[in-house]
């Protein structure tokens, strides 16, 4: 089945740990995106990737870091220098322009 | 920049019956596309609908559909024969069409309960 997967669902970190959260694409979309989610609030873009080997910051990128080396695959990094890294995180990808797909999301906690 | 404005945190309704969410947005652009997007308990983000900004016709989804009005920068969703899988967060998405980046930009949610 065609879709998005991201791993682990929920992952745990104590604080000034590097974690790096996975996302694969079989739907052979050429961007992709990452979103933090906070309770109560909506998505907020981390990075995006249009095309394999480039990216661009979104509105909150301080204390992340991404890679694009494969189409499939737009893994995140959470940096220690991230002061508030506790949220559920959120992966995309699309055919642009159109509408977004959103896999299931990680859940990360930091301790 | 563009903003996105969802004025209503709750609302519930009975099953069967309909309602409708609100949602603004603030945008110097004219090109554009409006979603909605629910989130079930789950937390899966599902797109439900999605309107182009050039399209007068307000596009409908089996049970939903949307009002637009481009010049009141204003995108309500309706739901019609309300069900209790309905329950979710909605969120209302804004996505310009110029440059390069195609970004979405949400609002804040509204969490909607269906009764039974």
């Known amino acids: 089945d065609g879709g998005i997967t991201q791993s682990p669902k929920y992952l745990f970190r104590k604080e000034g740990q590097n974690v790096t959260l996975s996302c694969e694409q079989n739907l052979n979309h050429d961007a992709m995106y990452w979103y933090r989610q906070d309770p109560g609030q909506g998505l907020r873009l981390i990075y995006y990737s249009q095309i394999v080997n480039d990216f661009q910051k979104g509105d909150i990128a301080e204390g992340y870091s991404v890679s694009r080396e494969k189409k499939e695959s737009f893994p995140l990094t959470v940096t220690s220098a991230q002061k508030n890294p506790t949220a559920f995180y959120l992966c995309?990808?699309?055919?642009?322009?159109?509408?977004?797909?959103f896999g299931p999301g990680t859940r990360l906690t930091v301790t | 920049a563009q903003t996105v404005t969802q004025s209503q945190p709750e609302m519930s309704v009975q099953e069967a019956e309909t309602v409708t969410l609100s949602c603004t947005y603030d945008?110097?652009?004219?090109?554009?596309?409006l979603f909605w997007y629910k989130q079930p308990p789950s937390r899966q983000m599902i797109l439900v609908i999605r309107?182009?900004?050039?399209?007068?016709q307000n596009a409908t989804e089996n049970r939903f559909s949307v009002n637009f009005q481009k010049a009141a920068k204003s995108f309500s969703l309706k739901i019609s024969d309300s069900q209790l899988g309905d329950t979710a967060m909605y969120f209302c998405a804004f996505m310009k069409l110029s440059g390069s980046a195609r970004q979405l930009t949400f609002g804040s949610g509204t969490q909607l309960t269906v009764l039974p």
């Open positions: 309107q182009e900004a050039y399209k007068q």
């Open positions: 995309a990808s699309s055919i642009a322009p159109y509408e977004q797909y």
């Open positions: 945008t110097s652009e004219n090109n554009y596309y």
